[in-house]
């Protein structure tokens, strides 16, 4: 399964449209962003 979301990243990344990675902080904001159609999602370090 691992790489298989490997792929699908990678294919956004070539995408005829830009990739936009949203930096989110906690799992609530992640469900959020998923439910709002966000294609892939960007972590911040909680140190």
Known sequence: M???HFSTFKQLHHA???LV???IWDA?????L???GAKA???G???
């Open 21 to 23: 990675l949203v930096n």
């Open 28 to 32: 609530g904001g992640a469900v959020l």
């Open 41 to 43: 999602l960007a972590t």
């Open 2 to 4: 691992q790489a298989e």
């Open 34 to 36: 998923q439910a709002a």
């Open 16 to 18: 005829d449209s830009p």
């Open 45 to 47: 370090s909680a140190i």
